[in-house]
């Protein structure tokens, strides 16, 4: 990456839009929220747009208040992104998982940076940092601060929402993409001012009492292990879930309890929508679920934590689920 280019493409004020991939979860909010900050002390005009809502256990961090959303605010949305100098696609690398904001993206004239840690990236970008080995976005968004120099705009609150992406992508750095230099950063962002515990509780201590029995009544009603398989999965219909209160992000780590069953080499989690079912697979050691998600499930990620989407409804989904299960793992 040629670092210089991008350097001096922002060596004068511009017109700056980040993105970040539908449904956005602690690592898409934190990158992007933090490299808005950072862009914005260095003097640029700079606009947050995601394609939809995001939960609300990360409206704490700074600038959630000034993000733009698509499905909200369409037009205000489109007009920013046709006049954008550069565009920043973060947690993400095709522009399909941003929905129709896709479209309106690859028509814009603007410098495109893609930072993401996906697999089978895009080329349809003039820049491009992708490393499947990152920990997160969050980590990658670190290093480009840092490669350009841009360190000293690292406050408090720029490395708190640094921090929740990357504790929140490496499931409080517990998952196999945890290497020495995610630590590393972690530590340098405590060193600028980070308390880590304030950011934990944030996330993971504003529990609902909803989300609590939800979870509760998941694990007791509709985890099925699959012994022989080593397998778990969970199927959450969209009735339970509205009986309970079901607020976006209240099923989030759910697919990770499998996980923890003695010996278990592989969870899913279904959540079925208005119109579809959302899929959340995870995995331990050599099962590689992003293959399974863009095989079976119309999906993709990484490979021990992927997703996907089929329109169908949840009685269809756990029955592919279970022939997958049966004649591919």
Known sequence: MNYSEIKSQLSSKREIV???????????????????????????????????VFPKFLNWMEGCDQVIYFDQQEDECSIGIQKAE??????????????????????AEAIKIMIDHHLFPDKGFDYVISDTSASSC????????????????????????LYAGIMTDTGSFRFSST????????AELIDRGLIPNVVHEKIYDTNSINKLRLTGF???NKLEYFE??????????????????????????LVNYGLTIDGCRMAIFLS???NCVKFSLRSKGEIDVNLVARKFFNGGGHKNAAGGKLDINLKSALELVKKVIQDEL
Not at 179 to 186: E, F, P, Q, S, V
């Open 272 to 274: 079925e929508e208005l």
């Open 179 to 186: 290497g020495a230099k995610t630590h590393r950063i972690a």
């Open 86 to 107: 550069m565009i920043f696609s973060l947690d993400y690398n095709q522009l399909d998982r941003v929905g129709p904001m896709g479209k309106i993206i690859e028509s």
């Open 218 to 220: 998941a694990l007791e």
């Open 228 to 253: 022989e398989k080593k397998v778990a999965v969970i199927g959450l219909e969209l009735s339970s879930k509205n009986r309970f209160g079901y607020q976006k992000g209240d099923t989030e780590g």
């Open 18 to 52: 980040i993105t970040t991939h539908k449904s956005p979860d602690g690592d898409a909010m934190g990158s992007s929220l933090a490299l808005a900050q950072v862009l914005k002390d260095a003097g640029h005009n700079v606009n947050v747009m995601v394609p939809d």
């Open 138 to 161: 969050a980590e990658l968004v670190f290093d480009f601060i840092s490669n350009l120099g841009f360190e000293s705009f690292l406050k408090q609150s720029t490395c708190e929402s």
